[in-house]
T-cell receptor, first 112, second 116 residues
């Protein structure tokens, strides 16, 4: 399977703490993206990092990419209760396919 | 920003009937649309890729005669679940690709299908 693996599967933290989620993948990628999904809803694009980038920031989000280890991490700083959601990494592979391959997801719960 | 409208958001149907789910790009032309299926607390699994004006490409293990995809225009793709069974109950999400480069993926809000 080309699906990425994410860990942890579930994460529960107190409001104000930082949350870190990790994503590993198996094949070479063009770019990697992180999405957020509230329960029973569609996906919202958070951030994209290209294969030639190592780190990217957007507001309280920080994404890193290590292509040698085929892994990425998403850090949410100063978490809020509203950040409670599932977070997925998704990649465009270098195989030529133009669809996103999703990771297994991390369910984040931020306790007020 | 780009918006993809997916309808219905929820549908309950009887076993053996067919259900159509629509996915519309509201302010851009989507030459390619993707249909995903998501089981509870699991990730999104690609079912098929549809290109406007041509036949959809189905992923391995997805029955093309059961999950009919039509992408007749640049703004509309439909997924019809035919002869639905309870095991088809799932969350279906469409995604439209906008342009050839960069991010360009916008997701619908999903359809919760329950087959009774």
């Amino acid at each position: 399977s080309q699906q990425g693996e994410e860990d942890p599967q579930a994460l529960s933290i107190q409001e104000g703490e930082n949350a870190t989620m990790n994503c590993s993948y198996k094949t070479s990628i063009n770019n990697l993206q992180w999405y957020r999904q509230n329960s029973g809803r569609g996906l919202v694009h958070l951030i994209l990092i290209r294969s030639n980038e190592r780190e990217k920031h957007s507001g309280r989000l920080r994404v890193t990419l290590d292509t040698s280890k085929k892994s990425s991490s998403l850090l949410i700083t100063a978490s809020r209760a509203a950040d409670t959601a599932s977070y997925f990494c998704a990649a465009i592979l270098q195989t030529g396919a133009n669809n996103l391959f999703f990771g297994t997801g991390t369910r984040l719960t931020v306790i007020p | 920003g780009a918006v993809v409208s997916q309808h219905p958001s929820r549908v309950i149907c009887k076993s053996g009937t067919s259900v159509k789910i629509e996915c519309r790009s509201l302010d851009f032309q989507a030459t390619t649309m993707f249909w995903y299926r998501q089981f509870p607390k699991q990730s999104l699994m690609l079912m098929a890729t549809s290109n406007e004006g041509s036949k959809a490409t189905y992923e391995q293990g997805v029955e093309k005669d059961k999950f009919l995809i039509n992408h007749a225009s640049l703004t509309l793709s439909t997924l019809t679940v035919t002869s639905a069974h309870p095991e088809d109950s799932s969350f279906y999400i469409c995604s439209a690709k906008q342009g050839a480069l960069g991010h360009g993926y916008t997701f619908g809000s999903g359809t919760r299908l329950t087959v009774v």
